[in-house]
């Protein structure tokens, strides 16, 4: 069956590093791929989303790599912030893209 | 741009009572809307899609009788829980989605209580 795994349930990070977190997927050709931010009691926030055929994009001091071959996303966080501490979300799609497949999510905490 | 409104944020009444949640995106109009449930420190869990005008997909494991759902316009999708019990109780999220390949936008949630 598909399965999105995301490295690890909470990560904490110092404040002005850089924060990394995995998405692993297996049984799953996706399209593309999206991360999101949630904070609590909210709904998901839209960050990036990067196609099969991208390797890597980027916003601002968010940075994301996609490999189709490895079945992994790095989403990276430059110059962390407390304001970054959140749970971030990655999530497939087919090519069909009639819907997408959420993984359990990273809670990442930045310390001052 | 890109806003989804969800109503109400919250909602606490007695078991056996229905419930009407709805979701709008407010400066698009979405081809796809989808609703999702979300229990403590999980991940989103899709119940269904609705595309406007036709009968919603829902996903394997949801009734279709418990959770009703309307997507009337191009701006509007509403999930009723039905005769609901306190096995309901639960986070729902609703999404709006501008186009096939697109991102979809996130209302903020309804906590559904049922005591």
């Known amino acids: 069956s598909q399965k999105i795994e995301q490295n690890s349930e909470a990560l904490n990070i110092q404040e002005g590093k850089t924060a990394t977190l995995t998405c692993n997927y297996t049984?799953?050709?996706?399209?593309?791929l999206q991360w999101y931010r949630q904070d609590p009691g909210r709904g998901p926030v839209f960050l990036l989303l990067?196609?099969?055929?991208?390797k890597e994009k980027r916003k601002e001091r968010l940075k994301v790599t996609f490999d189709t071959t490895l079945k992994q996303s790095l989403f990276h966080i430059t110059a962390s912030q407390p304001a970054d501490s959140a749970t971030y979300l990655c999530?497939?799609?087919?090519?069909?893209?009639?819907?997408?497949?959420f993984g359990s999510g990273t809670r990442l905490s930045i310390r001052p | 741009g890109a806003v989804v409104s969800q109503h109400p944020s919250w909602v606490i009444c007695k078991s056996g009572t229905s419930v009407k949640i709805e979701c709008r995106s407010l400066d698009f109009q979405a081809t796809t809307m989808f609703w999702y449930r979300q229990f403590p420190k999980q991940s989103l869990m899709l119940m269904a899609t609705?595309?406007?005008?036709?009968?919603?997909?829902?996903e394997q494991g949801v009734e279709k009788d418990k959770f009703l759902i309307n997507h009337a316009s191009l701006t509007l999708s509403t999930l009723t829980v039905t005769s609901a019990h306190p096995e309901d109780s639960s986070f729902y999220i609703c999404?709006?989605?501008?186009?096939?390949?697109?991102?979809?936008?996130f209302g903020d949630g309804t906590r559904l209580s049922i005591l």
């Open positions: 609705s595309n406007e005008g036709s009968k919603a997909t829902y």
């Open positions: 999530a497939l799609a087919d090519s069909s893209a009639s819907k997408i497949i």
């Open positions: 049984n799953y050709s996706p399209a593309y």
């Open positions: 990067i196609r099969e055929n991208e």
């Open positions: 999404s709006a989605q501008l186009g096939v390949g697109q991102p979809q936008h």
